[in-house]
Structure formats: structure tokens, C-alpha cells
């Protein structure tokens, strides 16, 4: 007679899952979308006319193109909104040409906006020969950084920005607006074919520029040239001081089961759900934050 076997080899194939359906839910309740594009929308951002409304400042448009954030006169592409991290990733022009430049423009501004540039996520870039660009600090006048960049025929390498063609500097904290000075450095003996005083500096997200040569070509272009859209991270916050003096007016937006931590850069504050709760600290009720209760299964 067999011995029958037991089912016991089968435990290693056997999975225990988990998941919450109240967390599932809550992001479902917290977000809205374009139908144009699959970007999710957590509030405070949204679109009007879709639940939940926006909140002041964080209203986004709908075009055919996708998601669009109006800043001042422009309407901006977005890329990505993290309600967790407190930023978005836009795909803008944050340039500011020299005067030599044709079709040169000048700054960039985030004033009076819920915004600032990312000083951890961004750098600041500047393309161009014999030339230092500097960083103008909206608020004082002065300097806020700045880098140098020389060329030589033999040096310029595509995909660096070490100081040869192309440099970079970091951006200082609660940037709103770009604007740049440029000095152009006389050299005797020129190294270089590109000669033109034309250059270009930038707020662009770290990693994601790699210098070409072609940008050179195109500052160097005596016609004039379109500006270039790059990826550009974008801190939000909520406005109304710090959290302490938020927490005493009747528009703190920190909702039940959440706290409140001033924002990093040093602009406003953001809120995040306590411990043992998930979902969207700035909303009340279901699509807030809730109790981190688990549903279990077996999967074979």
C-alpha cells in the first residue's frame, strides 16, 4: 500500500499577499487626470470641474497635449507630480540668454506662485565659450552662484559639462526666478572655431542633460534660435508661513491623521499622513488619510 503524500512541498510556491483596500481607494477618491494623458493629479493639484476641485494655486489645464500648469503668461507641459516628495517635473524653457544672442530672452520667473526650483533635483547649466555665467539673486541684486566655461577645439567632448563648453553650478535654495549676467573672457590666441559671444544658461533636472556640440551649433547660428525645453523640477508647497504659524489659521491644510513639517526649502510647508496611515493628508473623509488595515490571501 502507498503511502499518500502530503502537500507539504507545495508550501514554498505558496505566496501570502497582502493589500489595502481603503489605500487603494483613498488615491482613487484623491486624484484626478487629464483624459488626454495617464499623468495622475493628487490634490491640492486638480483640474477644474473634476473632484476634488483644486486648491488655490495648484490648478492645472487640460489640452490635448496632456497636463499644463499656468505660470504667469505660459501654460507648462507637466511630466510628473509626487505628492509624497512635494515636487513637479515640467517640461519648460528655464533659460536666459546673453545680450549677443539673437532672439535673446532673459529670465524665468516663479513669483507669486506656489513654487520654487528644485535645489536638490535641478543644476544650473550654462553653454557657451570664454564666458562666466552668474546666478542674479532676485531679492538682493547680488550673485546667488555662477560657473565658467572655455573651449578648445581638441577638449569638447559631447556629454560633458566639466567646465569645457559647458558648466554647471548648484541651484541655491528657494530659487524663484532666473536670471543670469554673463562676462564674456577675452582670450588672446582663440583655441576654438565657435567664436560667437552668444551663450545660454539654464535650470535643467540633474542627470537628464547631456551637452552636445549641437548646442554649441545652434547658439553659434547667426539666425535666430527657438528656445530648448528641458525637464525641470519644480518644489511645491503650501502657503501660509511655517507650521506653526499655519496650524492657528482657519486654512491649515493639514487634514485628520496627518502632520505637518516645513518645507526643506524654506518657503511654506507640506504635510504628510502619520505613521500607521495612508492616503492624502490634505483631504478630509475617505480620501484622506487612512487607518493601514490589510487584507491577506493565499496565491498558489
Given at each position: 500500500?502507498?503511502?499518500?503524500?502530503?502537500?507539504?512541498p507545495l508550501?514554498?510556491?505558496?505566496?501570502?499577499t497582502?493589500?489595502s483596500?481603503?489605500?487603494?481607494?483613498?488615491?482613487?477618491?484623491?486624484?484626478?487626470?487629464?483624459?488626454?494623458?495617464?499623468?495622475?493629479?493628487?490634490?491640492?493639484?486638480?483640474?477644474?470641474?473634476?473632484?476634488?476641485?483644486?486648491?488655490?494655486?495648484?490648478?492645472?489645464?487640460?489640452?490635448?497635449?496632456?497636463?499644463?500648469?499656468?505660470?504667469?503668461?505660459?501654460?507648462?507641459?507637466?511630466?510628473n507630480?509626487?505628492?509624497?516628495?512635494?515636487?513637479?517635473?515640467?517640461?519648460?524653457?528655464?533659460?536666459s540668454?546673453s545680450?549677443?544672442?539673437?532672439?535673446?530672452?532673459a529670465?524665468?520667473?516663479l513669483?507669486?506662485?506656489?513654487?520654487?526650483?528644485?535645489?536638490?533635483?535641478?543644476?544650473?547649466?550654462?553653454?557657451?565659450?570664454?564666458?562666466?555665467?552668474?546666478?542674479?539673486?532676485?531679492?538682493?541684486?547680488?550673485?546667488?552662484?555662477?560657473?565658467?566655461?572655455?573651449?578648445?577645439?581638441?577638449?569638447?567632448v559631447?556629454?560633458?559639462c566639466?567646465g569645457?563648453?559647458?558648466?554647471?553650478?548648484?541651484?541655491?535654495?528657494?530659487?524663484?526666478?532666473?536670471?543670469?549676467d554673463?562676462?564674456?573672457?577675452?582670450?588672446?590666441?582663440?583655441?576654438?572655431?565657435?567664436?560667437?559671444?552668444?551663450a545660454e544658461?539654464?535650470?535643467?533636472?540633474q542627470?537628464?542633460?547631456?551637452?552636445?556640440?549641437?548646442?554649441?551649433?545652434?547658439?553659434?547660428?547667426?539666425?535666430?534660435?527657438?528656445?530648448?525645453?528641458?525637464?525641470?523640477?519644480?518644489?511645491?508647497?503650501?502657503?501660509?508661513?511655517?507650521?506653526?504659524?499655519?496650524?492657528?489659521?482657519?486654512?491649515?491644510?493639514?487634514?485628520?491623521?496627518?502632520?505637518?513639517?516645513?518645507?526643506?526649502?524654506g518657503?511654506?510647508?507640506?504635510?504628510?499622513?502619520?505613521?500607521?496611515?495612508?492616503?492624502?493628508?490634505?483631504?478630509?473623509?475617505p480620501?484622506?488619510?487612512?487607518?493601514?488595515?490589510?487584507?491577506?490571501?493565499?496565491?498558489?
Open positions: 500500500m502507498e503511502k499518500e503524500l502530503l502537500p507539504f508550501l514554498p510556491w505558496l505566496l501570502l497582502c493589500f483596500p481603503f489605500f487603494v481607494h483613498s488615491m482613487e477618491l484623491s486624484t484626478s487626470a487629464c483624459s488626454s494623458s495617464n499623468i495622475s493629479i493628487p490634490y491640492p493639484f486638480g483640474v477644474h470641474g473634476q473632484s476634488p476641485s483644486p486648491a488655490q494655486g495648484f490648478e492645472i489645464n487640460c489640452t490635448s497635449s496632456g497636463p499644463r500648469l499656468p505660470i504667469g503668461n505660459n501654460s507648462i507641459s507637466i511630466l507630480i509626487s505628492l509624497l516628495d512635494g515636487y513637479v517635473t515640467i517640461l519648460a524653457s528655464a533659460a540668454r545680450p549677443q544672442c539673437r532672439g535673446n530672452f529670465s524665468f520667473s513669483e507669486g506662485t506656489n513654487f520654487t526650483f528644485s535645489d536638490t533635483r535641478n543644476k544650473f547649466t550654462a553653454v557657451g565659450c570664454n564666458m562666466v555665467a552668474m546666478l542674479v539673486n532676485g531679492t538682493s541684486g547680488g550673485y546667488s552662484g555662477g560657473c565658467a566655461s572655455f573651449c578648445s577645439n581638441n577638449s569638447i559631447d556629454g560633458a566639466s569645457v563648453a559647458c558648466c554647471q553650478a548648484p541651484v541655491p535654495k528657494g530659487l524663484k526666478k532666473l536670471y543670469s554673463f562676462t564674456n573672457i577675452n582670450i588672446t590666441a582663440s583655441l576654438s572655431k565657435y567664436t560667437s559671444a552668444c544658461a539654464f535650470i535643467v533636472e542627470n537628464s542633460y547631456a551637452f552636445a556640440t549641437a548646442d554649441l551649433k545652434i547658439l553659434n547660428n547667426s539666425n535666430k534660435s527657438p528656445p530648448q525645453y528641458r525637464h525641470v523640477v519644480l518644489e511645491w508647497s503650501i502657503d501660509g508661513g511655517s507650521c506653526e504659524e499655519a496650524s492657528r489659521s482657519a486654512s491649515y491644510a493639514c487634514k485628520e491623521n496627518s502632520y505637518c513639517y516645513n518645507s526643506s526649502n518657503i511654506g510647508y507640506r504635510c504628510n499622513c502619520t505613521n500607521g496611515f495612508q492616503g492624502n493628508p490634505y483631504l478630509q473623509g480620501g484622506g488619510c487612512q487607518g493601514n488595515e490589510h487584507v491577506c490571501a493565499y496565491i498558489f
